[in-house]
Nanobody, 119 residues
Framework: QVQLVESGGGLVQAGGSLRLSCAAS????????MGWVRQAPGKEREFVAD????????HYRDSVKGRFTISRDNAKNTVYLQMNGLKAEDTAVYYC????????????WGQGTQVTVSS
C-alpha cells in the first residue's frame, strides 16, 4: 500500500514558478513509477509527467515540455514537479500518482493540490 500527500500548490501569476512535492509512505516507494495528473474545471483528467523508479526516462505531455521537470528522491520517498513559465491553462488540481512498473493504469492517487495561474 502506498499513500501519497501533495504540497506546494497555490496562486501564481502567469510566467511564474511553483514546485509541487509528493511525499509517499511505504517501504516500496522506490520500485514504483511516479507521476502527476491534473484536472482543470470542467475537463477530464490528463497526464502531465511520469518518471521511472531510477529517475531516468521521464515523459511529459507536449504542452508542458521545456517548462516542467519531474524528479524524485528515493531516499526521501518524494517526487517533485518543478513548474516554470506557468500559463493560465495550467490551472488545475494536480494529483500525485503511483503505479507498479508492470501496470498500465495508476494504482495510487493523492488527494490533489490546487494550482491557479492568474493571467
Amino acid at each position: 500500500q502506498v499513500q501519497l500527500v501533495e504540497s506546494g500548490g497555490g496562486l501564481v501569476q502567469a510566467g511564474g514558478s511553483l514546485r509541487l512535492s509528493c511525499a509517499a509512505s511505504g517501504r516500496t516507494f522506490s520500485r514504483y513509477v511516479m507521476g502527476w495528473v491534473r484536472q482543470a474545471p470542467g475537463k477530464e483528467r490528463e497526464f502531465v509527467a511520469d518518471i521511472s523508479w531510477s529517475g531516468g526516462n521521464p515523459h511529459y505531455r507536449d504542452s508542458v515540455k521545456g517548462r516542467f521537470t519531474i524528479s524524485r528522491d528515493n531516499a526521501k520517498n518524494t517526487v517533485y514537479l518543478q513548474m516554470n513559465g506557468l500559463k493560465a491553462e495550467d490551472t488545475a488540481v494536480y494529483y500525485c500518482t503511483a503505479r507498479d512498473p508492470s501496470a498500465t493504469i495508476w494504482d495510487y492517487w493523492g488527494q490533489g493540490t490546487q494550482v491557479t495561474v492568474s493571467s
